[in-house]
């Protein structure tokens, strides 16, 4: 029985265009404005388009919706090259800007005025919005709306030629002031905007509107399926005016055609532009690349991978209806890729020192240990061992506690890859603080396992205290307070005060000293961690944990 590969609806719908000769191949774009830092909801846009144009064959286009100059920065142009290319989405190293279609998009106004279906407007930005109407109230004409075609064009011009203020003249488009979609109500297209722009730099001091701008681009560029997120589906109508109207095609149901889809939300996250940059700006967070931010810069930085996002995406899904994802989502996608791609070294984040008084003092042995367990290609290592170690705080207890298993008084446990021990007896501070453990070994338990068959509940990893290195440990929580949500109700964020915990005394393997930025690790029952790519020097990396060990996400079924 042949196997059925389900759809989403954006493929069922260039299936039926292709079949029907609407467009003879696909081609999809990414078009992002510049004024800030991509994010996981971008993600899923970005995917969305590169995938949908790998899967039939097609192209896909980077293209900068740059018509907005006060917002815009080349900081934010190359961040975003950066995250496109780093997910694998192929734009050929050929970034497009709107701005470069400004004389284009200029002749088209030129075009709808000749036609007369724009005029000049002298009302400000408040008077707009009133004539505009409401949901429920029709709109009223605008006092300019009978200009002549040739005063119009004069004026058109002289915006151009810089003969008006800022919000002095604005050009709109005729529609329909008692259409039921506001939209549709005579939009402004064209605005004065004295402002010197990153790509153009002072040529233009008018400059088009996105609902304008962005179906000329896409019909510019040959863009077959616009995709969009779903806020954009009253817009619509719109895109296709703009398109019919400025010769680029026939009808409603040709190309380029948009489709909307809904956006990636994610619970208890921050993702509001605005609200970044305030964190930013307040050092809150160190950057747009913070590692407990979800932008795909911060996400980079605290060591996801492209194809952890991309397996996020897909159990996401692609549908019509808003919903939201939680963050666990995210986290079991980056467990799965990295639990049979990431060397298991041992770190120790609480060290506390351990003896083995009967092993001889000069002695050293060089252990064999898997790099992991669940992939052998990964090969081995091989690990210090001596008489003096570290182990985790917590697996020692001076009383034991009911069904524990570790180190305490008088318990025998494995040392991971190494040997049985025995608690003999421990040494504290003044303060109480336990600070060494004595114990004894069984030379005869070499590797782990002991010759007689007896057995052992407890099994604690080490680091060698003669050859192990210090690092900087920083763990994350969520930056958002989740008991109390995302915000207040004055509109400021529930910020956790806890979000950052910094180690600076994390004893781990020699190996890991010459770790390199972006290196990932899984720290034996710790977590899984990456080198920070901006704290880390060579010779002292600094290690975001990526995510905990466990989760208690389960993943959908079909």
């Given at each position: ?40 909801g971008h993600a899923k846009s970005i995917l969305l388009n590169y995938g949908l144009a790998s899967e039939y064959g ?171 997120t779903l806020e954009f589906e009253d817009h619509r109508p719109l895109y296709d005016w703009v398109l019919i109207e ?278 034996v029952r710790n977590g899984y961690f990456c080198v920070d790519s901006r704290l880390s020097k060579e010779g002292s ?18």
């Amino acid at each position: 029985m042949e196997e059925t590969t389900s759809r989403n609806f954006i493929e069922k719908i260039i299936d039926e265009d292709l079949k029907a000769g609407v467009c003879g191949h696909v081609i999809t774009r990414f078009p992002p404005e510049p004024n800030g830092y991509l994010h996981i909801g971008h993600a899923k846009s970005i995917l969305l388009n590169y995938g949908l144009a790998s899967e039939y064959g097609g192209q896909f286009n980077l293209r900068f919706d740059d018509t907005n100059p006060t917002k815009e920065k080349s900081e934010f142009v190359d961040s975003i090259k950066e995250d496109v290319k780093w997910l694998g989405a192929d734009y050929r190293d050929t970034t497009l800007y709107a701005s470069d279609y400004f004389d284009k998009m200029y002749d088209c106004a030129v075009t709808l005025i000749k036609k007369g279906k724009a005029y000049v407007s002298d009302l400000s930005p408040d008077e707009i919005k009133e004539y505009r109407g409401t949901l429920t109230s029709p709109g009223k004409d605008d006092p300019a709306i009978n200009r002549s075609m040739e005063e119009n064009l004069s004026l058109f011009e002289d915006m151009k030629n810089g003969m008006f203020k800022d919000g002095e003249k604005v050009l709109r488009a005729r529609i329909d002031m008692a259409s039921p979609n506001i939209n549709m109500r005579d939009p402004v297209i064209y605005r004065v905007a004295h402002m010197s722009h990153h790509n153009t730099g002072d040529k233009w001091c008018i400059y088009p509107m996105y609902d304008f701008a962005h179906p000329i681009e896409d019909a510019i560029e040959g863009i077959t399926h616009s995709i969009c997120t779903l806020e954009f589906e009253d817009h619509r109508p719109l895109y296709d005016w703009v398109l019919i109207e400025c010769g680029f095609k026939d009808d409603k149901n040709g190309v380029p055609k948009q489709i909307e889809f809904a956006k990636l939300y994610l619970e208890n996250v921050v993702t509001g532009k605005r609200y970044i940059k305030k964190l930013v700006e307040d050092g809150v967070v160190d950057g747009w690349d913070d590692p407990r931010l979800v932008s795909v810069a911060g996400l980079r930085r605290r060591g996801f991978t492209p194809s952890s996002i991309k397996k996020f995406v897909e159990i996401s899904g692609i549908s019509k209806a808003n919903s939201t994802a939680d963050y666990a989502a995210l986290e079991y996608c980056i467990r799965e890729d990295l639990k049979v791609s990431a060397p298991r070294m041992m770190a120790i984040l609480d060290p506390v020192r351990l003896i083995i008084d009967n092993y001889p003092e000069a002695r050293t042995e060089n252990l064999s240990v898997p790099n992991n367990q669940e992939n052998p290609d990964l090969g081995s290592r091989s690990v210090l061992f001596s008489r003096e170690l570290y182990i985790e705080r917590e697996d020692f207890m001076e009383v034991r506690p009911p069904k524990y298993f570790r180190l305490y008084p008088g318990n025998e446990v494995r040392l991971m890859n190494a040997y049985f021990v025995t608690c003999t007896s421990f040494e504290k501070d003044d303060s109480g603080k336990v600070t060494v453990i004595h114990c004894t070994y069984d030379p005869d338990t070499y590797g782990g396992d002991s010759p007689d068959g007896r057995k052992v509940k407890g099994t604690i990893h080490w680091v060698d205290a003669s050859s192990c290195g210090d690092v900087s440990v920083h763990l994350f929580e969520n930056l958002i307070d989740e008991e109390k949500g995302v915000y207040n109700e004055d509109g400021s964020l529930n910020l956790n005060p806890n979000s950052l915990k910094i180690i600076k005394d994390a004893k781990v393997e020699a190996a890991l000293i010459a770790s390199a930025p972006y290196d990932r690790f899984q720290f034996v029952r710790n977590g899984y961690f990456c080198v920070d790519s901006r704290l880390s020097k060579e010779g002292s990396p600094v290690f975001n944990r990526i995510v905990s060990m466990k989760s208690s996400y389960k993943l959908p079924t079909a």
